[in-house]
């Protein structure tokens, strides 16, 4: 009898794993009476439980009527949603819309703040959850993960179903949250996947569905494809993942370039095999803030100097306490018309010196017009590598000076660095 000594080599099994409106689910868990009710989390500080537990003293916040809270359609300034309910998304709201705005299509929705460390709480706590029943764990950001279900036991069967509903159903043992997972070859359709059948859906999708559920998508469902790669995609006439599957690699990378061009080829075939990282390391640090007004570069210059100091200042001390130095150091600007302007710079050496941070971001600053009255300054280091690692590298050298110095007058803008 003849003896099979073959191994078999496991398919690939990827999932994306993506919490349901992360934020606003976090707060439900505190007032479970707005359950079903449109709810959208922005605007200023927590000042919400404590006016709560004020006015129903003595009565825990679980019991407090829906009616008390406060509405959408009495806010008044300059917040944007971060993010909504699936009710309140039935009316058309929805991350990133300006509050004012929404109450117009919601007026009746509840808005509550933001809550950073009970979302942080809940955000490790799911992760471990996920980590104790899969270990191959890549952590992207608040509330999403990759896992690799390859090797896990039972994370063949059905394609991964079978794991990905154990994962759903102990992350809301353990938290109360839902979330919805992508099941796929890799991580570039797992994302996609994971938004298949949102909220607390799962989707597992094979090889042999790209053509069927992959390629009638938008080619900006592509993780990887912002606004300007569809923008040209969209003026070359390629709307979705199927037309630029249909295209020539060569035709790609004659309009997008080499490494563009054939990633984009790859990736409309599905084609990806970057493998789950288990140690994720930051990619970039920021700090931004929105005005209460908007503040003009000449009129506001005293204001707007502090505060992009203090911006650099906090960039540096989130850096150095979490044990990074970054090379590429960048703004952000958002006008009163909502445009936005970024511009960065990389440096010599590594750094997490708040000066060094402020006088390469200063110069960034000269480079954007700044005529227009301003609602955002934000800061951000990038490049980043650990302080140990960088060691070797020679330290940051000061800025070179700018070749086009004070062009115009408001090259000195915000004050001396
Ligand atoms: N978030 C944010 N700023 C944004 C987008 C999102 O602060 N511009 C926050 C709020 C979200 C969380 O990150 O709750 C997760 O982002 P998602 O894009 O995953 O959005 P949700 O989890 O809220 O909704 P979904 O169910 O669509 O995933
Ligand atoms: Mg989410």
């Known amino acids: 009898m003849e003896r099979k000594s073959r191994t078999v080599t496991p398919r690939r099994r990827i999932a994306h794993l993506d919490m349901d409106a992360f934020f606003a689910s976090v707060e439900l868990l505190r007032y479970p009476q707005l359950k079903g009710l449109p709810v959208v989390i922005g605007g200023g500080r927590r000042k919400v439980d404590e006016m709560l537990v004020e006015r129903y003293a003595g009565r825990p916040l679980s019991e407090v009527p829906p009616q008390a809270f406060p509405l959408l359609k009495d806010y008044v300034g300059r917040g944007v949603i971060t993010t909504a309910t699936y009710p309140a998304r039935q009316f058309g709201v929805g991350s990133a819309m300006g509050m004012m705005k929404a109450a117009k299509l919601c007026p009746q929705a509840i808005v509550l703040p933001v809550d950073f460390d009970e979302v942080r709480r809940y955000s490790r706590t799911f992760k471990s959850v996920i980590r104790e029943i899969a270990p191959l764990v890549e952590d992207r950001g608040v509330d999403e993960v990759y896992i690799d279900f390859t090797e896990v ?68 469902k592509i993780n990887g494809i912002g606004p300007k790669a569809e923008a040209k995609l969209h003026r070359l006439h390629i709307r979705t993942i199927g037309e630029m599957a ?172």
């Not at 353990?174 to 996947?193: D, E, Q, R, W």
């Open 153 to 220: 036991p039972g994370g063949q069967r059905e394609g991964g179903r079978v794991l990905a509903r154990l994962i759903q159903k102990s992350i809301f043992e353990a938290t109360g949250l839902t979330c919805s997972i992508g099941v796929a070859p890799n991580k570039l359709i797992a994302k996609m996947a994971s938004e298949f059948d949102k909220p607390n859906g799962i989707s597992v999708v094979f090889e042999d569905d790209i053509q069927t559920r992959i390629w009638p998508l938008p080619v900006r």
């Open 246 to 417: 249909a295209q020539d690699v060569d035709w790609l990378v004659g309009n997008f370039g080499r490494s563009t061009g054939a990633w984009m080829h790859d990736a409309a075939w599905g084609r990806d095999d970057r493998p789950v990282v288990t140690e994720s390391e930051p990619v970039s640090m920021s700090r931004e803030t929105t005005f209460d007004r908007d503040l003009h570069a000449v009129r506001d210059r005293a204001e707007l100097g502090a505060i992009f100091t203090e911006l650099c200042q906090k960039v540096a001390a989130d850096l150095q306490r979490k044990g990074y130095v970054g090379k590429t150091i960048g703004i952000k600007l958002r006008y009163d018309d909502f445009r936005i302007a970024t511009r960065d710079q990389t440096i010599e050496g590594f750094t997490a010196d708040p000066r060094t941070i402020r006088q390469v971001a200063g110069q960034c600053l000269k480079r954007v017009p700044l005529k227009q009255p301003l609602r955002l300054l934000g800061v951000r280091v990038g490049k980043l590598a650990r302080e140990g690692d960088a060691a070797a590298a020679p330290p940051a050298a000061p800025a070179p000076a700018t070749a086009h110095r004070a062009a115009e007058p408001i090259a000195d803008l915000f004050g001396p660095a």
